[in-house]
């Protein structure tokens, strides 16, 4: 690695950052919005194994 980040790396950076920052904010819309990312991310995980 040449000590860049690639576009996807800054990508989900800033959307982490963004996430963070509404949940803190509003926490209601900020559970929902944990509990649709990390079912996503199960499905996502449990797609990518098949």
Known sequence: MNGQMDQRAVLLALVGC???????????????????????TLVHLLMRQR
């Open 18 to 40: 963004g996430t963070v920052y509404v949940a803190f904010e509003h926490p209601s819309f900020g559970t929902a919005l944990m509990v649709g990312v990390g079912v996503a």
